[in-house]
């Protein structure tokens, strides 16, 4: 039996919380034991929504669990095999570091850190921990960019021309730290660092990036963002981010992708594809969000002694020295910058 122990109870935690008691009423060997967070709220079901719908419906019993303020106190009070964080980006390194020096696995969510720096460091601990780290880079497992990765990597269509990702949505709510810009990062860190690591995921690093940025929110950081990606192999690559789409606008997020035999787009929630030659079609695929697949890989493989090797800390890592060359090109006005 896996016991796990979750770390922080806003939006994110409770969806990753909600897709845990999934996997044990399905029969997965795996039991999480332990909440934890600062806000004794929260620990009850306190606290509020995010810019996705992912609530399954079925009410939890938050009466079920042992229930911890402090992380080094539910580190000694429980016997744990696997802690996941989701706490605010500025304390992802410090608690990653912290739980893997005390021995367990850590699946920690997404953006891995605030820099390079910080990545190096939770790096570091696990390997010295001899724990397994994985960061919660959700696309990776969400079937619609599964599903386009398989054609990128088995050259159906033939090799990619153009692409183009986007997301946005209202200006997000879940709490203070998130809109200050030296803690989250703005939409650059914390919403467009979704599709820069799928860019990474499916073509690898880029030469340089040139990425305008403009800052609504004062002292978020960056809150609209388009960013254009240089390869050798010169396919034009693109992605834009926006969170001040507010009043009823929801959230969205989708791709455009050409190959050279064909195209697909995935919008509103429906990934079509046209051939160059022959009749367009719908990817049939799984209806449920990247959360879950995520949290069953992760799960499933500790429990088989497997190693997490779809969202792996040095590709995560590679992310973020994109977003920061991203960043840095942004406060030069969009200027080319080489990504390390």
């Not at 990545?119 to 724990?131: N, R, T, V």
């Not at 021309?161 to 709510?173: D, E, I």
């Not at 998130?178 to 979704?194: C, F, I, P, R, S």
């Amino acid at each position: 039996m896996l016991n796990i122990g979750l770390i922080g109870l806003g939006f994110m935690g409770k969806t990753h919380l909600e897709n845990y008691l999934r996997l044990e009423r399905e029969g997965a060997p795996i039991r999480v034991v332990a909440l934890c967070d600062v806000d004794e709220a929260k620990l009850n079901g306190g606290g509020g929504g995010g810019n996705i719908d992912t609530s399954s419906g079925n009410e939890i019993d938050y009466g079920r669990f042992r229930k911890y303020t402090s992380v080094q106190a539910m580190l000694e009070g429980e016997r744990l095999d696997a802690v996941d964080i989701t706490l605010p980006t500025f304390l992802h390194r410090d608690v990653a570091v912290q739980c893997l020096n005390s021995g367990v696995h850590v699946l920690c969510e997404k953006p891995m850190a605030m820099n390079a720096e910080e990545c190096d460091a939770m790096i570091a601990a696990a390997e010295a921990s001899g724990k397994q780290l994985m960061i919660g880079q959700c696309l990776r497992f969400w079937p619609a960019y599964v599903y386009l990765r398989e054609l990128v990597a088995g050259g159906k269509f033939g090799s990619v021309t153009s692409a183009h990702f986007y997301r946005g949505g209202g200006t997000p709510s879940w709490g203070p730290w998130v809109l200050q810009n030296e803690k989250g990062g703005g939409a650059l860190l914390d919403m467009h660092v979704h599709d820069t690591d799928v860019v990474n995921w499916l073509f690898g690093k880029p030469e340089a990036v040139s990425c305008y940025g403009r800052n609504v929110i004062p002292g978020s950081g960056y809150d609209i963002v388009s960013t254009h990606y240089r390869f050798a192999d010169d396919k034009i690559v693109s992605s834009h981010v926006d969170w001040t789409l507010n009043g009823d606008f929801g959230f969205e997020m989708g791709y455009k992708v050409n190959f050279e035999h064909g195209n697909i787009q995935f919008e509103d929630g429906v990934v079509s594809v046209h051939p160059n030659e022959g009749q367009g079609f719908t990817a049939e695929l799984p209806a449920d969000h990247g959360y879950y697949y995520q949290l069953k890989y992760f799960a499933e493989a500790l429990v088989q002694g497997l190693p997490l090797d779809t969202a792996t800390p040095a590709s995560t890592k590679e992310s973020i020295e994109i977003v920061t060359a991203e960043r840095e090109s942004a406060d030069r006005r969009g200027e080319w910058v080489a990504v390390p």
